[in-house]
């Protein structure tokens, strides 16, 4: 059992409320900052074809470093819920629910057709 | 309490393969991915101020589409650790300590420059 | 007068050719790395508030670290369109029209509404 | 011959005055907004293999799409480049220059390491 959502929200904050960040950190900064991380996390994938990657990711060198931007995507995901009083896991559940609905298994089965084109 | 990280992965999984989506679900497409859902994400501060997205957040409306997006990048989040093996949980408290080391407190206080440049 | 699109277009492909790099440059690839220079061009932004940054371009060797940012987008951009043989100008040209069309001055004027809520 | 850097840039400022929308394009803004533009235009690619999109490239309706999205994001390359007194043209011709140095063809060539690992 890992530490769960709020115990990791927990402990970030109380890393950035050590460092005085939260002055930093606006919604705006944060989710520009988002962002930069996905770019960090993409760029494992930059000149690589498809197959490369997925060869890669059998290398425990190359897991770890997605391992560490996959990580600093959720600690910013946590900042941002937190900041704006969003309940994350209870939107990720949701939204698994709605997809549900979006994509009916007969029509949405084996292809990746946007729900607007089912 | 919520889900968690592995029951969230555990409905992801079922949903994915109750479609047959995990021939598209390439390591590379869900990264990329992943990005598009962060731009979705940053999208809803565009041609906002720093105030005024935080204005904004205390509106129930923009805050569900706020947490919407969030989701998005989540579950493309665990979809991406699921299919690299990767513990995101622990990827995520470990690197909460490595900032913590990073970032010692009597030099982070208060100012927003990166380690490189403490 | 500077070299102009096709001009700039010629010597990136010879560059390109004398390193035998075409067949890296896939328009997938190209198009995701684009996306990533244009997060180094954001992170140039990042922690900086709206003014700050207004301020930072003052100084010449900020400005030279966006101009080398921006020559980055522009060259991957020269790449997708000499790939998929698109007429880079042309198109620009035409979607200043489009927008013309789309924001009518008197609507548009002083608001920043997307076009499908004017 | 099109209308060349200095005229686009001369007819997307007409454009942006007779809105009045030089209060909202400060740089944070534009270059933000850069990269929702780089992220639909990488969307365009989401879901295809690699040859998948070379093939839809030659679909005329799909790179009208493809021509569509890269004008948006050089329109924005041209108003962060008008707003911070960069002359476009010159530094991406100083780029190519300076990549020509980075990657010399006997070492670069054929393969896509990067400059620092050559």
Redesign the interface.
């Known amino acids: 059992m890992?530490?769960?959502?709020?115990d990791?929200t927990r402990?970030?904050i109380e890393?950035r409320d050590?460092?005085?960040?939260r002055?930093?950190h606006?919604?705006?900064?944060l989710?520009?900052?988002?962002?930069?991380e996905?770019?960090?996390?993409?760029?494992?994938?930059?000149?690589?074809?498809?197959d490369e990657?997925?060869t890669a990711?059998a290398d425990p060198g190359f897991?770890d470093r997605?391992?560490?931007e996959?990580?600093?995507?959720?600690?910013y995901?946590?900042l941002?819920?937190e900041?704006?009083?969003?309940?994350?896991?209870?939107?990720?559940?949701?939204?698994?629910e709605r997809?549900?609905v979006k994509?009916p298994?007969d029509k949405?089965?084996?292809n990746?057709r946007k729900y607007t084109e089912l």
């Open positions: 890992g530490p769960g959502f709020d990791l402990r970030l890393f050590a460092r005085d960040w002055q930093f606006g919604l705006k900064n989710m520009l900052s988002l962002n930069l996905a770019a960090e996390l993409l760029e494992l994938a930059q000149w690589k074809s498809d990657i997925e990711a897991r997605l391992a560490e996959c990580a600093d995507v959720l600690l995901l946590l941002i819920c900041r704006a009083g969003i309940d994350l896991e209870a939107a990720a559940a949701a939204k698994i997809n549900a994509y298994v949405a089965r084996g990746a």
